[in-house]
């Protein structure tokens, strides 16, 4: 099962420096006042660390910065890590440091000498994030990752007040997972035994099938997947740590585990990336592990569409006409713009069910949202300012880029269809904004919606702040501060 690497966090001893194991880290505030284990390592490296504090660079240095001084006379450790972090970092300040340290131990041994560092629980999360990597395809034997000890004067306040940040990196851990992993491996079936196993951990978690769906009448789901040998499922997630009867708030994600773009192929370069369009999926997956992990006091329901969209005699055709589960009827110009298709069902599917307070669905819908925010911020549409702001106010908060684009009638004209109710596609001008208006369609009046355009976040090709090249697990951070902070009692 998934999980961050576990953190240990225990008594801060200044002398347990010069014997820890692996790496050694040192807390430095920019102006350089030393800590009993700087000082510590200063006097039996005969001045090192002053010189270092006194040079050019340590004068430049930026917040987060880490320096390391390798095999240093005196030490068991291999190396020292001295990390610059103001005494009054910001959080963002604190895991971007946690982070930046994580990364230059890439999954070595490390022990912290936090002494009385203030945001511990927030420069651990930057570590657990930073964490990371995909190896189970490699054939070598993966080095376990090393362990991670924090020694802080405090340790058990530091350690409750990580305890549900942990349930955050393990869902984000989970999300990332499950970009990574190929569609041979991470099929809907497969997909959904995964989400199964989260009843553990207290969530109630429903499949249903195709005969379920064909019942429930989602024909635009169904038509996506039906081109493929892996079975079409919407598997439902509930979290119920509010008060029993209270609306809960929906996430609804797309999972598409591979998009060749079915009947309107996609062209070969690049296709090897549509592993990743069940981006959506992944974080309504990563953020319910989290909410159930720190036992969230809010009832949460997650629902997925699970599909491949492959080209086959049985698929669906440009031209065809499918009624969705809300009676509309829908013109299929192009296979390629599915993601909609399997979203409008699940999303009436949850407010038909669950009349939900609010309805956050996740994809990665459309190319032109990367044209037009590249790899920096999601799109965010809504019908809603004030659950909107509270969004965007979490996702600053958690330093996940985040961006609002319109929504208006001139756009929904696009979709209007010379046979059937609307177009699945609106023209190749405003492409996320015509897909966000196909949306907008099946949310009832009086639903308060955010749809969340995560194609050019969910994986990407260079490191972030928080997490190697490929998956990064965007948006569980920003949901689970929503919930935390618009959903939950007190
Ligand atoms: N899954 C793609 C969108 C996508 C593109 C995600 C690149 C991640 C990276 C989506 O299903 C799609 O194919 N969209 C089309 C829509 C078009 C046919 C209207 C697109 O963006 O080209
Ligand atoms: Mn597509
Ligand atoms: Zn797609």
Redesign the pocket.
């Known amino acids: 099962m998934t999980q961050a690497t576990p953190i240990r966090f225990v008594p801060f001893v200044p002398s347990d420096v010069l014997t820890a194991k692996g790496r050694v880290a040192l807390i430095v505030p920019p102006e350089g006042t030393l800590d009993q284990a700087c000082r510590t390592v200063n006097r039996v490296t005969k001045g090192g660390l002053a010189r270092l504090l006194e040079s050019d660079s340590f004068a430049k240095a930026k917040s987060g910065q880490v320096f390391s001084l390798a095999w240093p006379a005196g030490l068991e450790a291999e190396a020292v890590d001295v990390v610059v972090l103001p005494r009054r970092a910001t959080e963002t300040e604190a895991r971007k440091a946690g982070s930046a340290l994580a990364k230059v131990a890439g999954g070595k041994p490390v022990t912290v000498m936090a002494a009385s560092m203030l945001k511990t629980a927030e420069f651990a999360l930057g570590m657990a994030l930073r964490d990371y990597a995909f190896e189970r395809h490699k054939s070598a034997e993966a080095e376990p990752r090393g362990e991670v000890v924090i020694a802080h004067k405090k340790p058990e306040e530091a350690e409750v007040a990580y305890a549900p940040l942990a349930a955050v990196a393990d869902g984000v851990h989970m999300t990332r997972d499950l970009v990574n992993e190929p569609a041979n491996v991470l099929t809907t079936s497969n997909f959904a035994e995964r989400l199964v196993e989260m009843t553990e951990l207290g969530l109630e978690v429903e499949v249903l099938d195709e005969a379920q769906l064909e019942e429930l009448g989602m024909r635009t789901l169904l038509s996506v997947g039906q081109g493929s040998d892996s079975p079409s499922k919407v598997v439902v997630m509930q979290w119920k740590g509010g008060t029993e009867g209270q609306a809960p708030l929906a996430l609804v994600g797309k999972g598409?585990v591979f998009?060749t773009g079915g009947i309107s192929l996609k062209p070969a370069a690049g296709m090897e990336d549509?592993t990743m369009?069940m981006g959506g999926a992944g974080v309504v997956a990563g953020t319910m592990r989290a909410l159930a992990g720190r036992k969230a006091k809010a009832n949460v329901v997650g629902l997925v569409g699970l599909v491949e969209?492959m080209p086959s005699g049985n698929a669906t055709r440009p031209g065809d006409v499918v009624t969705s589960m809300k009676g509309d009827t829908v013109e299929i110009i192009n296979t390629d713009a599915?993601?909609r298709l399997v979203l409008c069902d699940v999303m009436w599917y949850a407010q038909d069910r669950f009349n939900p307070a609010g309805m956050i669905d996740l994809a990665?819908l459309t190319g032109a949202i990367i044209i037009g925010l590249g790899h920096e911020n999601a799109g965010v549409f809504s019908n809603d300012d004030s659950l909107c702001n509270a969004f965007l106010k979490a996702a600053e908060a958690e330093d996940e880029g985040a961006w609002r684009m319109p929504l208006g009638k001139a756009y929904d004209d696009q979709l209007k269809s010379r046979i059937a109710d609307m177009k699945n596609v609106g023209g190749r001008p405003a492409g996320s904004i015509t897909a966000a208006q196909f949306l907008q369609r099946f949310v009832k009046d009086g639903t308060p919606w955010i749809h969340l355009d995560i194609a050019g976040v969910a994986s990407v090709t260079a490191d972030t702040s928080y997490a190697p090249k490929g998956a990064t697990g965007w948006g569980v951070r920003a949901l689970d501060r929503l919930v935390r902070d618009s959903f939950e009692a007190e």
């Open positions: 598409v998009d549509m369009d969209n599915e993601g990665t």
